[in-house]
Each structure stands twice: as structure tokens, then as C-alpha cells.
């Protein structure tokens, strides 16, 4: 194939083989697949109103590796529920608008990064003895 490449001039740039399992979007869709089929149930012409109860499960659920869930690691926060924003509308307005308490708050979530980032080498770093554990001991 290589020789078929060279003689017409063609440029070959090999790729890796398609691996499902390390695109975060397939990981996603995997995840959302079960979840959308337990609340649709047998209405299945429904399933698109189901995607913001579903997506909001999920960005506030807690990853076992991280110890956080998805909605801190991408707004530094965690989500409200329509109950916290209807019931405490006057803390919503003093907490997100308040300018001087952002450091303190940045600092926090700087801290707390660094112990996620630590969760995250732990559990490599378990699942890595654990591969050697394994291929160690085939023959």
C-alpha cells in the first residue's frame, strides 16, 4: 500500500482506529441512553421534551473519580433548582452580583480544583497498579 502511495504521489496519513469509548461524546450519549429510556418509558413521541430534567440530572450528579459534579467543574457552581431561585430570589441577587466576594469565592474553587486534581491522580494512579496487578499475572 505504501509503494501504491509513493509511485501516485499520494500523501498517506494514517489515523487511529475509531474507539467509542474514549470520546467524551459517545461516554455522554451512552450515559444519557438508559436515562432517556427509563422516563420515556412507552411514549416515545415525548423523548425531547424528557432532554432538560435528564440533562440537568445528570450535570448535577457526582463523578466518582472528580468527587464534583459537572456543573462545578464548568461554572465553578452548582446548579440551582427552580424551587432555590423562586424561594431565594433576594440571596440569587446579592450572591451572583456582588462584585468584592468573587475573590474569596475564586480562591475557594481554586483549592478545591487542586483537591479534585488530586482525586483524579489518585484514581489514575489506583487504576494504573491495577492494570499492572492484572497483566502481571497472565501468563
Request: glycine share 0%; charged share 25%.
Amino acid at each position: 500500500m505504501q509503494q501504491l502511495c509513493y509511485v501516485l504521489n499520494i500523501n498517506q496519513s494514517l489515523i487511529p482506529v475509531y474507539h467509542p469509548q474514549a470520546n467524551p461524546v459517545e461516554r455522554k450519549n451512552r450515559d444519557l441512553k438508559p436515562r432517556l429510556s427509563m422516563i420515556v418509558c412507552n411514549n416515545h413521541t415525548l423523548w425531547n421534551e424528557q432532554l432538560p430534567a435528564i440533562r440537568f440530572a445528570m450535570n448535577t450528579a457526582k463523578c466518582e473519580t472528580t468527587g464534583c459534579t459537572a456543573a462545578y467543574l464548568n461554572f465553578a457552581r452548582e446548579l440551582r433548582t427552580l424551587d432555590d431561585v423562586t424561594t431565594d430570589l433576594r440571596s440569587v441577587i446579592h450572591n451572583d452580583n456582588f462584585v468584592p466576594e468573587f475573590t474569596p469565592y475564586l480562591k475557594r474553587f481554586e483549592r478545591n480544583m487542586s483537591q479534585i486534581k488530586e482525586n483524579i491522580e489518585k484514581k489514575s494512579r489506583s487504576s494504573k497498579s491495577i492494570c499492572r496487578q492484572i497483566t502481571s499475572t497472565k501468563p
